[in-house]
């Protein structure tokens, strides 16, 4: 069984600024995957960034990073210097084996 | 190359009514999975293909779902005798292998309404 978690229903953050959306999991297989996904208000997920169980080193993408943190079975999302089209749905995910399971997603905004 | 793609994007449907949902992955990706997303939450797993084969549908809802894969490629989402409570967007991703590495590609998903 899998389990991810977002505690944050919506958050704001000021044009420019860096911002962590928090994302917990729980899986009981050894080996799994952990991503992040970005959903505007037109529907499409847009993948962001990936990071594997037993990658050592935390993932980057631009202008993203994900915080892995194994023993506390956590992958916050950072995002630095926020722009206005960063505004959307986030959701982090888990994926074992065949299987995925989506949180239930941060809202953000970015003030200009 | 060409996205997953997914028709028809929306669908308005009588309760009762039966409805067919398909799904076009990337060419040559062995993994399709699908996803019911109801308003304000997330994706929520229904089945998954590897090729032709369904290896999980642990996901589907009732056994009025269900769906195929028959050559490996395209995929069909079908639901009998919909409810009110069928109305979501149905999302397809696939990927190029089955790896837990490996990236999950979204369609644009098919909104479905039942009246």
């Known amino acids: 069984a899998q389990k991810i978690t977002q505690t944050q229903p919506g958050m704001f953050v000021q044009k420019k600024e860096a911002v962590t959306l928090d994302c917990t999991y729980d899986t009981s297989d050894p080996s799994y995957g952990l991503f992040w996904y970005k959903q505007p208000s037109s529907g499409e997920m847009i993948f962001l960034i990936y990071q594997g169980s037993y990658d050592q080193q935390n993932a980057t993408e631009g202008r993203y990073s994900l915080n892995f943190q194994k023993a506390r079975k956590s992958a916050n999302l950072v995002i630095s210097a926020s722009q206005l089209g960063d505004s959307a749905m986030y959701f982090c995910a888990i994926k074992g084996y065949q299987k995925v399971t989506f949180g239930t997603g941060t809202k953000l905004q970015v003030i200009p | 190359g060409a996205g997953v793609s997914q028709s028809p994007r929306y669908k308005v449907a009588k309760r009762g009514q039966d409805v067919a949902l398909r799904c076009d992955p990337i060419s040559g990706h062995v993994s399709l999975f699908w996803y019911q997303q109801a308003l304000g939450q997330g994706p929520e797993f229904l089945t998954y293909f590897q090729n032709e084969a369904q290896l999980d549908k642990s996901g589907l809802p009732s056994d009025r779902f269900f769906a195929e894969r028959p050559e490996g490629s395209v995929s069909t989402l079908k639901i009998q005798r919909t409810q009110q409570e069928d109305s979501a967007v149905y999302l397809c991703?696939?990927?190029?292998?089955?790896?837990?590495?490996?990236?999950?590609?979204f369609g644009p998903g098919t909104r479905l309404l039942v009246l």
């Open positions: 991703a696939s990927s190029l292998y089955p790896d837990r590495e490996e990236t999950q590609y």
